[in-house]
Structures are given as C-alpha cells and as structure tokens.
C-alpha cells in the first residue's frame, strides 16, 4: 500500500532564507509525483508536477526533484516571502488502472517577515 | 487549462438536511471524478471514486447511504450529504484527471465548506 511522509510537518524561517520540504513514499511505481500550495480555507494549487521520467521541474522560484528509485522528492523554494506561507502538500500517482493520487499531511510554512 | 468548478463554495445548514455538492469540468469531460475530504488542519482523505455512468466507488469507512454520488454526465458530480450532522461540518474537494495531453495531471476544484448546525 502507498504512503507517502512529508517532513517537516511544520516549519518558520525567515524572509530571504532558501528552503527545502521533503515528500517520500514507500512504493516507487508510481506514473508522476504532484506539489500543492493550499492557503487556509482555500482549495489547492498546482505548483509543480513530475513525471517518473524525469527528475526535477522548475517554476519561478520553485524546483522540485524526484528520485523514484528512492522514493524522495523535494520542494526547494529560493528566497522565501511571507507571501510563501501555506501548507504545501506532495501526492504521488500510483500506477495503476484507476486515477487515484495519495496525499502526504503537508508541511505548515510560515514565512517570518 | 483543464478547469474544475465547485458549487457552492461554502454551505451552512441545519442538522438532519441534506446539502448537495456539484462538481464541474468545465472544458473538458471527466468520466472519473474524485471527492476528498478534509478536516481542518488535516490533509486530503478520499472518500469516492465517482464513475460516470455507473455507481460509485467508496474508499473504506466512508457510508455509501451517507455520502450519495451521481456522475450522471461526462462534465458532473453530485455529492449529497444526507441528513447531516455536526460531525459531517468539513471541507469538501473534488478533482478529476485532466484530458490527454496533460500528461495525468489531477485537477482540483475550489473546495466547498460545509457547517452543519
């Protein structure tokens, strides 16, 4: 059965700093791996999505890598604003015949102006 | 870009009603549409796999004659909580795969709150 960990489960840093979220799941057959910005209340946007070809997607200030063989993936966000604060959540796409994705808990960032 | 809509996007209502939840792809067709829900400070739980044309299926746990789905269209989902209680009161999310050519990418709906009095 998939699982997919997201570490750390909450994080503050400071304005400026470069930052790194983990995401990992137990089952490497999977079709892409998904990142997901959530504000409070709100429903989810799509940052980033990794296919299990490649190895890394980059948007703006956002790089996501993805090593499948290891079951790891990480959200790196250059020169964080407190506009970046938010829950940000990693799901994977098992392979399969239906469309399902697994969600990890997210990780709770707040970005201290 | 593939578009899901969600209506309404927050419902209050009174214990022992029933609320009803549409989902939408706007421009593109969905034979298979997710329903999620979420608890504050939680993450994503699936409940159902909606097929249109066909019943759902439900992830274990989650009651059937409690959460009734109908994908009566290739664009629709309806999720009816049925007489709700307090403990029904979460954030509901629907998502469908995007169409051929966006490599199965997932696309989320809005979210529609549900305080249940």
């Known amino acids: 059965k998939q699982e997919v960990t997201q570490i750390p489960a909450a994080l503050s840093v400071p304005e400026g700093e470069n930052l790194v979220l983990n995401c990992s799941f137990t089952?490497?057959?999977?079709?892409?791996l998904q990142w997901f910005r959530q504000d409070p209340g709100k429903g989810l946007t799509s940052l980033l999505l990794?296919?299990?070809?490649?190895r890394e997607q980059t948007s703006g200030r956002l790089n996501a890598s993805l090593d499948k063989s290891s079951g790891r993936s990480t959200l790196y966000i250059a020169a964080s604003q407190p506009g970046d604060s938010a829950t940000y959540l990693c799901?994977?796409?098992?392979?399969?015949?239906?469309?399902?994705?697994?969600f990890g808990k997210g990780t709770r960032l707040h970005i201290l102006p | 870009g593939a578009v899901v809509s969600q209506h309404p996007s927050w419902v209050i209502c009174k214990s022992g009603t029933s609320v009803k939840i549409e989902c939408r792809s706007l421009?593109?067709?969905?034979?298979?549409m997710f329903w999620y829900r979420q608890f504050p400070k939680q993450s994503l739980m699936l409940m159902a796999t909606?097929?249109?044309?066909?019943?759902?299926?439900?992830e274990q746990g989650v009651e059937k004659d409690k959460f009734l789905i109908n994908h009566a269209s290739l664009t629709l989902s309806t999720l009816t909580v049925t007489s709700a209680h307090p403990e029904d009161s979460s954030f509901y999310i629907c998502?469908?795969?995007?169409?051929?050519?966006?490599?199965?990418?997932?696309?989320f709906g809005p979210g529609t709150r549900l305080t249940v009095l």
């Open positions: 089952d490497s057959a999977i079709y892409n």
């Open positions: 998502s469908a795969p995007g169409p051929s050519g966006y490599h199965n990418e997932q696309f």
């Open positions: 799901a994977v796409r098992p392979m399969g015949r239906d469309d399902k994705i697994i």
């Open positions: 909606s097929n249109e044309g066909s019943k759902a299926t439900y």
């Open positions: 990794i296919q299990s070809s490649q």
């Open positions: 421009d593109f067709q969905a034979t298979t």
